[in-house]
């Protein structure tokens, strides 16, 4: 292994820098600016660097990887060093970067009992976890991601269990939709509903066939006048940080950020210098003070916290039954989603971003919303004509069902993708069943194309759609194997190498962040995962498994399974 001319080379710089410190013996450099070296040694490191694919020895100082190589390399180039670190023959990969999540506006749920079908596959374990839970500061028992259609039962968390078990103290069991709960007897007559309550616009308040409510809020309007989610903090949002750590995520992102409310607390959480991990931002088109709170968002910016989109949509959800798919669903009955939006109005929302020099993040699930998308981002191409910033990289988000064509498009245009991939897994059956049928669900994100044509694909969680698990996701994508076990469109699989590309080296390319990181090399940031195993050399099917040991973001130790385990 060798260090070659690309990684010499700022080394050199930096000592130009400090002439006098690199004119003195390695100790005396540790004395005046090299004063805090950890070498990290017997580590089977996957850089994610075509120059350098492979190391085993790694120095970082001051949040930066300072030496990447042999031991014997590493060790010639630093001197000296005040830590060591012997891995032991462990996995380094960089980082994980997930390029769709709701950190903040889904951290309060992380404070929540979690019922999903996630990690409650019955509705009698989603029981037991609520039985066990403690009443919060007004004496209500939350939880969170009931779904009566995934629990095994194919049954809720009604009134009647719920009042056997708490007939003195309200309960809310939000939906995992974010669009309902399951209420008790004591919850509903809190808020006077009883039997005669006529039903809100936009929801209903449950009857079975006596008339009587069930407990069961469908729509927000029905939810939120029995019990409103609490609101997420700065507080909230280092525990789901946490989360993300853990998961080995070092760069995470919120692209749901709809008014002032959350730019000031993502502000604050990410002021922390011990905040887990990095944010990039995207605030909402349709915000209400949009106007007024725009042209100051990056006053918002912290050293953890950039904002570089706009978020617009074009489309709704596939399992939702909103998705635009040109050829319909395949199920007449399941839904009917067309764009959301004329197209005049969408080209006129994406030239507006791009005059204000923000990317375009676009939510397109079906194969006509993505026409939609790739027709505005031109439009404004064309229009904008010498004031097009090609540097301005959009992002097309979810991209569930495109063709090849609109593959090759989104080449021509510069955008990228970052598919929603763990859908193969959670919802492929559905698929195949119900809203695509046996063929179109073979294209479901079609992440091999997306390679092909060099998109710099990437993939996401969208927590809490899904669960926060890159390892996992890059198994889908390695596998594309549902729930039941079909395997849906082996072509559009890619290699682990790839799906590791996904979660890292691509996903800084899409968040502009390629310089800094994404890959181990000298000069980008100390932003690594300490894994069990390499995902590179396992059998395909074990990625799934493995562990990660400890995340580290910018030199700091934001989770390690050792000291969880103390
Ligand atoms: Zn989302």
Same mark, same amino acid.
């Given at each position: 292994?060798?260090?070659?001319?690309?990684?010499?080379?700022?080394?050199?710089?930096?000592?130009?820098?400090?002439?006098?410190?690199?004119?003195?013996?390695?100790?005396?450099?540790?004395?005046?600016?090299?004063?805090?070296?950890?070498?990290?040694?017997?580590?089977?490191?996957?850089?994610?660097?075509?120059?350098?694919?492979?190391?085993?020895?790694?120095?970082?100082?001051?949040?930066?990887?300072?030496?990447?190589?042999?031991?014997?390399?590493?060790?010639?180039?630093?001197?000296?060093?005040?830590?060591?670190?012997?891995?032991? +023959?462990?996995? #380094?990969?960089? &980082?994980?970067?997930? =390029?769709?999540?709701?950190?903040?506006?889904?951290? @309060?749920?992380? *404070? $929540?009992?979690?019922?999903?079908?996630?990690?409650?596959?019955?509705?009698?374990?989603?029981?037991?976890?609520?039985?066990?839970?403690?009443?919060?500061?007004? +004496?209500?028992? #939350?939880?969170? &991601?009931?779904?009566? =259609?995934?629990?095994?039962?194919?049954?809720?968390? @009604?009134?009647? *269990? $719920?009042?056997?078990?708490?007939?003195?103290?309200?309960?809310?069991?939000?939906?995992?939709?974010?669009?309902?709960?399951?209420?008790?007897?004591?919850?509903?007559?809190?808020?006077?509903?009883?039997?005669?309550?006529?039903?809100?616009?936009?929801?209903?308040?449950?009857?079975?066939?006596?008339?009587?409510?069930?407990?069961?809020?469908?729509?927000?309007?029905?939810?939120?006048?029995?019990?409103?989610?609490?609101?997420?903090?700065?507080?909230?949002?280092?525990?789901?940080?946490?989360?993300?750590?853990?998961?080995?995520?070092?760069?995470?992102?919120?692209?749901?950020?709809?008014?002032?409310?959350?730019?000031?607390?993502?502000?604050?959480?990410?002021?922390?210098?011990?905040?887990?991990?990095?944010?990039?931002?995207?605030?909402?088109?349709?915000?209400?003070?949009?106007?007024?709170?725009?042209?100051?968002?990056?006053?918002?910016?912290?050293?953890?916290?950039?904002?570089?989109?706009?978020?617009?949509?074009?489309?709704?959800?596939?399992?939702?039954?909103?998705?635009?798919?040109?050829?319909?669903?395949?199920?007449?009955?399941?839904?009917?989603?067309?764009?959301?939006?004329?197209?005049?109005?969408?080209?006129?929302?994406?030239?507006?971003?791009?005059?204000?020099?923000?990317?375009?993040?676009?939510?397109?699930?079906?194969?006509?919303?993505?026409?939609?998308?790739?027709?505005?981002?031109?439009?404004?191409?064309?229009?904008?004509?010498?004031?097009?910033?090609?540097?301005?990289?959009?992002?097309?988000?979810?991209?569930?069902?495109?063709?090849?064509?609109?593959?090759?498009?989104?080449?021509?245009?510069?955008?990228?993708?970052?598919?929603?991939?763990?859908?193969?897994?959670?919802?492929?059956?559905?698929?195949?069943?119900?809203?695509?049928?046996?063929?179109?669900?073979?294209?479901?994100?079609?992440?091999?194309?997306?390679?092909?044509?060099?998109?710099?694909?990437?993939?996401?969680?969208?927590?809490?759609?899904?669960?926060?698990?890159?390892?996992?996701?890059?198994?889908?994508?390695?596998?594309?194997?549902?729930?039941?076990?079909?395997?849906?469109?082996?072509?559009?699989?890619?290699?682990?190498?790839?799906?590791?590309?996904?979660?890292?080296?691509?996903?800084?390319?899409?968040?502009?962040?390629?310089?800094?990181?994404?890959?181990?090399?000298?000069?980008?940031?100390?932003?690594?995962?300490?894994?069990?195993?390499?995902?590179?050399?396992?059998?395909?099917?074990?990625?799934?498994?493995?562990?990660?040991?400890?995340?580290?973001?910018?030199?700091?130790?934001?989770?390690?399974?050792?000291?969880?385990?103390?």
């Amino acid at each position: 292994m060798t260090i070659n001319k690309y990684y010499i080379l700022p080394l050199l710089l930096f000592c130009l820098a400090f002439v006098a410190a690199c004119n003195k013996q390695p100790n005396e450099i540790n004395n005046t600016k090299l004063t805090d070296v950890t070498l990290i040694v017997n580590a089977d490191i996957v850089t994610m660097n075509a120059h350098q694919p492979t190391a085993n020895a790694m120095a970082i100082s001051d949040e930066k990887i300072i030496a990447i190589g042999s031991e014997a390399e590493v060790l010639q180039l630093i001197g000296d060093y005040s830590q060591r670190q012997d891995l032991k +023959g462990t996995t #380094i990969v960089p &980082g994980f970067i997930e =390029t769709h999540d709701h950190l903040y506006m889904s951290s @309060t749920i992380s *404070i $929540l009992t979690d019922v999903s079908p996630f990690s409650t596959p019955t509705l009698a374990q989603a029981i037991e976890k609520i039985k066990h839970t403690k009443p919060d500061n007004e +004496g209500w028992i #939350i939880a969170f &991601g009931a779904d009566q =259609t995934l629990y095994s039962e194919k049954k809720g968390p @009604t009134r009647d *269990i $719920l009042d056997e078990l708490f007939p003195k103290t309200p309960v809310m069991v939000f939906h995992l939709s974010g669009h309902g709960g399951f209420a008790n007897s004591i919850a509903l007559a809190s808020a006077g509903i009883d039997e005669n309550t006529p039903n809100p616009a936009g929801g209903f308040y449950e009857k079975d066939e006596n008339g009587q409510l069930t407990g069961f809020l469908s729509g927000q309007p029905a939810l939120f006048t029995v019990k409103g989610y609490p609101n997420p903090s700065p507080d909230t949002a280092v525990t789901a940080a946490l989360m993300r750590a853990k998961k080995g995520v070092t760069t995470s992102s919120e692209l749901g950020i709809m008014n002032e409310i959350v730019l000031k607390g993502l502000q604050e959480a990410t002021s922390s210098a011990s905040f887990p991990v990095r944010v990039v931002g995207g605030y909402f088109s349709t915000a209400p003070d949009f106007e007024v709170v725009v042209p100051k968002l990056k006053s918002y910016e912290t050293k953890f916290l950039k904002i570089p989109f706009i978020k617009t949509w074009t489309d709704g959800s596939l399992q939702g039954g909103t998705a635009y798919l040109t050829e319909g669903y395949h199920a007449h009955d399941f839904g009917d989603g067309g764009a959301q939006g004329s197209q005049d109005f969408f080209n006129k929302q994406v030239v507006d971003m791009y005059e204000r020099g923000y990317w375009p993040a676009i939510h397109a699930n079906g194969n006509g919303a993505v026409d939609v998308a790739l027709n505005a981002i031109e439009y404004a191409q064309t229009t904008l004509a010498d004031k097009f910033d090609p540097s301005i990289r959009p992002q097309i988000i979810h991209a569930q069902m495109t063709t090849e064509d609109q593959i090759k498009r989104m080449a021509a245009l510069n955008a990228s993708l970052t598919f929603f991939t763990t859908h193969v897994y959670y919802w492929g059956d559905l698929h195949y069943e119900k809203t695509l049928g046996p063929k179109r669900s073979e294209r479901l994100s079609a992440m091999a194309d997306a390679f092909n044509y060099g998109v710099h694909p990437s993939m996401h969680n969208d927590p809490p759609v899904s669960p926060i698990d890159p390892l996992l996701n890059m198994w889908i994508a390695v596998k594309r194997t549902s729930k039941n076990g079909r395997i849906l469109g082996k072509e559009q699989a890619i290699s682990p190498q790839q799906a590791l590309a996904s979660y890292t080296i691509n996903a800084a390319y899409q968040f502009g962040m390629e310089k800094e990181s994404g890959s181990l090399e000298v000069g980008k940031l100390a932003d690594y995962v300490v894994l069990d195993k390499n995902p590179l050399k396992v059998p395909p099917d074990e990625i799934r498994n493995i562990t990660v040991l400890t995340t580290v973001r910018g030199g700091l130790t934001t989770y390690s399974a050792e000291y969880e385990l103390n």
